[in-house]
């Protein structure tokens, strides 16, 4: 059980274009899901906690306009990268929580994405 | 000064030795200590959790958390093949009871581990 898919698992894109990355709660429901970003060799950094039909809460330093969180059902959240640059090139997991214990997050598989 | 430090290695060792990985902390208030094993281009998955100081065990695994020093350790010992791959720490604020809901979690970078055969 508690099982986290991400979709899709590599993506490449034009600089400038937008690209989503779904993160689904397979059998459980998920009140919070978290999106982290991990570029090579550093940490897992959170940008962003998602709770279902409320506004996402972005970390310091995250743009929100750039990195639209949507969390429309217990069992998804969807990570847009708008106007995405080389820079934005990076490592995107997401991990849901089931009981609000750091401890029952589950994380998903990821989604590399390349900006060309 | 990160919050969480912790040597990315690579730590290479041969099999059955015991491994010690560690990370240290700056901030005090991280109450919920976790390590996560991580394969290449995948999500971490949970080894183990422990709530504030002492140690845990499990299986051939032990957490250790020292909140006085701000370390905290994994041992692994009889190590395998199978062990290699990168181990995170992450911290969290979360107290349980308190009522408060899921918290982000702060990582360390992860150090890449090596189990000779």
């Known amino acids: 059980g508690a099982v986290v898919s991400q979709h899709p698992s590599w993506v490449i894109c034009k600089s400038g274009t937008s690209v989503k990355i779904e993160c689904r709660s397979l059998d459980f429901q998920a009140t919070t899901m978290f999106w982290y970003r991990q570029f090579p060799k550093q940490s897992l950094m959170l940008m962003a906690t998602?709770?279902?039909?409320?506004?996402?809460?972005?970390e310091q330093g995250v743009e929100k306009d750039k990195f639209l969180i949507n969390h429309a059902s217990l069992t998804l959240s969807t990570l847009t990268v708008t106007s995405a640059h080389p820079e934005d090139s990076s490592f995107y997991i997401c991990?849901?929580?089931?009981?609000?214990?750091?401890?029952?997050?589950?994380f998903g598989p990821g989604t590399r994405l390349t900006v060309l | 000064q990160k919050e969480v430090e912790q040597d990315p290695g690579p730590l290479s060792v041969p099999e059955g030795a015991i491994v010690s990985l560690n990370c240290t902390y700056s901030?005090?208030?991280?109450?919920?200590f976790m390590w996560y094993r991580q394969y290449s281009r995948k999500g971490p998955e949970l080894l183990m959790y422990t709530y504030s100081s002492g140690n845990k065990e499990d299986g051939r695994f032990t957490a250790q958390v020292d909140k006085s020093s701000k370390y905290i350790s994994l041992f692994i010992r009889d190590s395998q093949p199978s062990d290699s791959a990168t181990y995170l720490c992450?911290?969290?604020?979360?107290?349980?009871?308190?009522?408060?809901?899921?918290?982000?979690?702060?990582f360390g970078k992860g150090t890449h581990l090596i189990i000779q055969p």
């Open positions: 992450a911290m969290s604020f979360f107290t349980p009871f308190s009522g408060g809901g899921a918290d982000g979690l702060t």
């Open positions: 901030n005090s208030a991280f109450q919920y």
């Open positions: 991990s849901a929580d089931t009981s609000g214990s750091p401890d029952t997050q589950y």
């Open positions: 998602s709770n279902e039909g409320s506004k996402a809460t972005y």
